[in-house]
């Protein structure tokens, strides 16, 4: 899948200048992660009005009891959410995210589960996934502890495999063959029972599911214990908050509390209207644009250029 292709994002010198000045002298810098970071490298999100996928509101998916019903249809939407992130590359803004991590005392928070920033090669332990990632598995039975990280096995299982169109008399191999869209609802996917689903390998008995975080869900508590820990370290410099409202709870509340511990507040997001829960002050900063444009240029002046190539061609 091609990467969206959006306006250039201008951003005012004034704002520049009093952004890297502060970035430069900051020793503690928090991001807060959300799908608009993703935009660039092209993957629908199945958010907001009209986020479906075939005919069913893509949240209604990502829970545990659509699981347990229907684990098929369930696998089904993760896998091809796995196979769409697989199908395209980090952004300029991921790289230059990771970079600043090996620059900086920096601590990033993801809400996403795509699997591009750990593929940036952003530092695993300034990196915390807050919603999981579509990469990892677990066993779905309640006394099984398995969890396997970073797999990246696509389809997971043969038969989640995404069909090909190999009608056209000028395919000449299946390699050749067009995929179809399986979010299109015209597009015929078979019924997946049991057996054609994911075993466990540890307990023999129950089916592994992705290890994301669904609703109803509790947020992962290691996770959340290290960043706690580092946030009662000391006081906090700056927050970026990237692609993301930041007006969802718990999530939002890390604004807040960088707040109290000194921090000022950047915003970088498409809409104007996507500000934190608590708002701006008069010392914060909102980029109005798209971050794969807007973050390198941010923090040029502590990681440099961003060669995204080089870096691309580095993460293989």
């Not at 005012?12 to 970071?37: C, V």
């Not at 996934?129 to 990469?135: A, K, N, T, V």
């Not at 043969?158 to 299946?174: G, V």
């Not at 992705?210 to 959340?224: A, I, K, Q, T």
Request: hydrophobic share 40%; with cysteine.
């Amino acid at each position: 899948m091609a990467a969206t292709t959006a306006r250039p994002s201008v951003v005012p010198k004034k704002d520049l200048e009093s952004f890297q000045e502060h970035l430069n002298k900051s020793t503690r810098i928090l991001a807060l992660l959300g799908a608009g970071l993703s935009a660039s490298s092209g993957l629908p999100t199945f958010r907001g009005a009209g986020g479906l996928w075939r005919t069913h509101d893509a949240t209604s998916l990502a829970t545990p009891e659509a699981f347990g019903r229907d684990p098929g249809l369930v696998w089904q939407f993760y896998s091809y959410r796995r196979h769409m992130a697989l199908g395209v590359k980090p952004n300029p803004a991921h790289y230059a995210l990771a970079e600043l991590a090996r620059k900086k005392n920096f601590l990033t928070l993801s809400q996403n589960v795509d699997g591009l920033s750990p593929r940036a090669r952003h530092p695993a332990d300034k990196l915390k996934l807050l919603h999981g990632s579509l990469f990892d598995v677990k066993c779905s039975d309640f006394f099984c502890d398995y969890l396997e990280k970073n797999n990246y096995t696509d389809p997971i299982v043969p038969t989640l495999a995404i069909p090909t169109d190999e009608s056209d008399p000028t395919t000449n191999s299946a390699l050749a063959a067009r995929e179809l869209d399986i979010s299109d609802e015209n597009v015929a996917i078979p019924e997946l029972d049991y057996d054609h689903l994911p075993k466990c390998p540890k307990c023999k008995r129950g089916l592994l599911r992705p290890g994301v975080v669904w609703f109803n869900e509790r947020l992962p508590s290691d996770v959340l214990e290290d960043v706690d820990t580092w946030m009662d370290e000391d006081d906090i410099d700056l927050i970026m908050v990237i692609g993301t409202s930041a007006k969802v709870y718990p999530a939002a509340g890390y604004v807040d509390i960088a707040r109290r511990k000194g921090a000022r507040v950047a915003v970088i997001n498409m809409d104007k209207g996507d500000a934190p829960a608590s708002g701006l002050y008069s010392r914060d900063w909102f980029f109005e644009g798209d971050a794969a444009q807007i973050v390198p240029e941010l923090l040029k002046s502590v990681i440099g250029e961003t060669n995204t190539e080089e870096l691309s061609d580095a993460a293989q």
